[in-house]
């Protein structure tokens, strides 16, 4: 038995939940939220050469993935795979890329569902930049 780091109530240390005051894993000294994230020691320019995250912070914020490679629900790097990403290289359902493979895209190329592209673009409804003044006046 320990004290809940939040009440001081006495709980089990494999209490999921404090049940006096409802603080996720009381148990533990300090707690920074939940789910899974990894980033190599690596770095280049910075950045980690991968991050991986599908972590939420405790305030239920999720944790964005930032490196040369990411991976997560958000990320932002040279090569994201993601469900919103920023990057150079992105295979995302949502992203802003410089090539781009998404279900919704902006990017220089691209191959998407829905698109608008710089260069050249395939998909189902893609379009160019420069056409978008036309198709709209």
Not at 105 to 122: D, E, K, M, V
């Amino acid at each position: 038995m320990k004290p809940c780091r939040e009440c001081r109530h006495t709980i089990s240390e494999q209490a999921a939940i404090c049940p006096s005051c409802g603080a996720p894993y009381p148990a533990k000294e300090k707690w920074t939220g939940y789910g899974f994230e990894y980033k190599s020691s690596a770095t280049l320019l910075g950045l980690p050469i991968l991050h991986v995250s599908f972590k939420y912070r405790p305030n239920r914020v999720p944790v964005p993935a930032k490196g040369i490679i990411a991976i997560g629900q958000f990320a932002f790097g040279v090569i994201t795979i993601s469900q919103f990403g920023i990057g150079f290289f992105s295979v995302s359902q949502f992203t802003i890329a410089v090539y781009a493979l998404a279900q919704f895209a902006f990017a220089y190329s691209l191959t998407a569902q829905l698109g608008i592209f710089i260069h050249q673009g395939r998909g189902q409804l893609v379009r160019s930049l420069a056409d978008i003044p036309r198709l709209l006046f």
